[in-house]
């Protein structure tokens, strides 16, 4: 297969929730490969350190304060996306917010309606519009939403969380039916435990290591940047026959 297929020259990316952890490590990636990319988070100051970090691959990089579970919000900054890149080939439905606290018994409506107003609702809004642009231009294109394995396994004290990334599962699942016939592509990410602000001081609990890093054969968490290959895939046209599918990246710990 040529490296050309891989060559993002002339796509544009928006990655939602990428300035840090993977949607970072995706951006990086999408931008080292030449396309051009816009990045969503609600933190300013994070936004201005990763917009910097990606102008720095020469292509064009802007970011934007956005709380995908606003729906006008989204709906606005997507339209400001548009105007800035000329366009959104591929969309990345990375943002997502992670609580494992508090007991399900205990567990309020406060805190179960958080979650999904922004894993589910976000993913809905940010995937929704991305369609609707991509329907416009009438060129195709390719989403992906970051899922997770507790999509498709058990997570205790985490059950509003498992809930989202499943039901993110069940939306990519019925979007790459529904869009095939129009060039739209749809896929999920299914990562492991990966190093970042929201995992970091779960993964250093000694009693946490103890009891999960000897069950991922590669012996170490992961890491931003070993999600950046998935996402140059899927922007490219070396994956322009795969939808529909779930991608798991974990170091192997799904299947030990």
Not at 65 to 94: H, I, M, P, Y
Not at 98 to 118: C, G, N, Q, S, Y
Not at 132 to 150: I, K, N, P, Q
Request: charged share 20%; with cysteine; glycine share 10%.
């Amino acid at each position: 297969m040529s490296a050309s297929k891989f060559n993002l020259t002339g796509k544009a990316a928006l990655i939602t929730g990428g300035n840090g952890g993977i949607g970072l490590g995706m951006a990086k990636a999408l931008a080292e490969a030449g396309a051009d990319v816009c990045i969503w988070g609600r933190n300013e100051e994070k936004n201005k350190s990763a917009e910097v970090m990606l102008k720095a691959f020469g292509q064009q990089a802007l970011a934007m304060t956005c709380d995908v579970s606003n729906e006008q919000a989204v709906d606005e900054c997507f339209a400001r996306t548009v105007d800035a890149l000329g366009k959104v080939d591929v969309c990345f439905a990375n943002a997502g917010m992670h609580r494992m606290t508090t007991p399900f018994h205990k567990m309020d409506a406060d805190e179960w309606r958080l979650i999904f107003r922004v894993n589910m609702d976000g993913t809905f809004f940010t995937l929704r519009a991305a369609v609707r642009h991509m329907l416009e231009r009438g060129h195709g294109g390719s989403l992906v939403a970051t899922s997770s394995l507790s999509g498709v396994s058990a997570m205790a004290r985490g059950e509003h969380y498992a809930a989202t990334k499943a039901g993110v599962i069940a939306m990519i699942r019925s979007i790459a039916v529904e869009y095939a016939k129009y060039g739209i592509r749809a896929n999920a990410i299914l990562p492991g435990w990966v190093e970042s602000e929201m995992t970091g001081d779960l993964l250093a609990w000694d009693k946490f290591q103890a009891a999960v890093l000897p069950r991922v054969p590669m012996r170490r968490w992961g890491k931003p940047e070993d999600y950046g290959a998935i996402a140059v895939y899927f922007a490219s046209e070396a994956s322009t026959y795969h939808t529909g599918d779930i991608v798991v990246i974990d170091g192997g710990y799904h299947c030990f």
